[in-house]
T-cell receptor, first 114, second 117 residues
Framework: GDSVTQMEGPVTLSEEAFLTINCTYT??????LFWYVQYPGEGLQLLLK?????DKGSNKGFEATYRKETTSFHLEKGSVQVSDSAVYFC?????????????FGDGTTLTVKP | DGGITQSPKYLFRKEGQNVTLSCEQN?????MYWYRQDPGQGLRLIYY???????QKGDIAEGYSVSREKKESFPLTVTSAQKNPTAFYLC????????????????FGSGTRLTVV
């Protein structure tokens, strides 16, 4: 079945540091890929997405590129801020399921210190 | 502003009691989903619905029930048959159904934290 594997956390960075959170996936078909962010006590928010190979999703300084050859969708940001502290989830939606369901990774907790 | 409203934010359940979690959306989205989140884990799908009066089981449906009588509403009932219901429950929606819906991504509510006392 489909699965998403994220880099284990927690990740602690200083403000203005470079961020990478690794995400790899297994899917039977040709999935769409997503990154979501969750702040404490809240639901998830869609951060960015990519629907085909070599697409780059971007939002609020975050980027991720759909790499079909390595089945990866790593999240990057050039300079993190304290306000970026949150839990980040990688997810996929396998178009073969015909139901729009998504499979989520376990999440990576990011803490940014001033 | 459009969005998904989940209520209550916190809910306490006694042993043997059924409780219902509310989920309402004003986004005119076709598909709605219920996920369960446990500490340090990803989200697991409980039920989903692509159209009014129709819904399907997800990966962990045992001990839960849902209804979809209106497009905008998708309540989840946690029954006494659910042996470990303490968790954070998230409702989500997406604009379209099927394969195209899979490309849209979800809008989430702010969640309901259920605790067994």
């Amino acid at each position: 079945g489909d699965s998403v594997t994220q880099m284990e956390g927690p990740v602690t960075l200083s403000e203005e540091a470079f961020l990478t959170i690794n995400c790899t996936y297994t899917a039977t078909g040709y999935p769409s890929l997503f990154w979501y962010v969750q702040y404490p006590g809240e639901g998830l928010q869609l951060l960015l997405k990519a629907t085909k190979a070599d697409d780059k999703g971007s939002n609020k300084g975050f980027e991720a590129t759909y790499r079909k050859e390595t089945t990866s969708f790593h999240l990057e940001k050039g300079s993190v801020q304290v306000s970026d502290s949150a839990v980040y989830f990688c997810a996929l939606s396998d178009l073969n399921t015909n139901a729009g369901k998504s499979t989520f990774g376990d999440g990576t907790t990011l803490t940014v210190k001033p | 502003d459009g969005g998904i409203t989940q209520s209550p934010k916190y809910l306490f359940r006694k042993e043997g009691q059924n409780v219902t979690l509310s989920c309402e959306q004003n986004l005119n989205h076709d598909a709605m989903y219920w996920y369960r989140q446990d500490p340090g884990q990803g989200l697991r799908l409980i039920y989903y619905s692509q159209i009014v009066n129709d819904f399907q089981k997800g990966d962990i449906a045992e001990g839960y029930s849902v209804s979809r009588e209106k497009k905008e509403s998708f309540p989840l009932t946690v029954t006494s048959a659910q042996k470990n219901p303490t968790a954070f429950y998230l409702c989500a929606s997406s604009p379209r159904t099927g394969k195209r819906g899979g490309q849209d991504g979800y809008t989430f509510g702010s969640g309901t934290r259920l605790t067994v006392v």
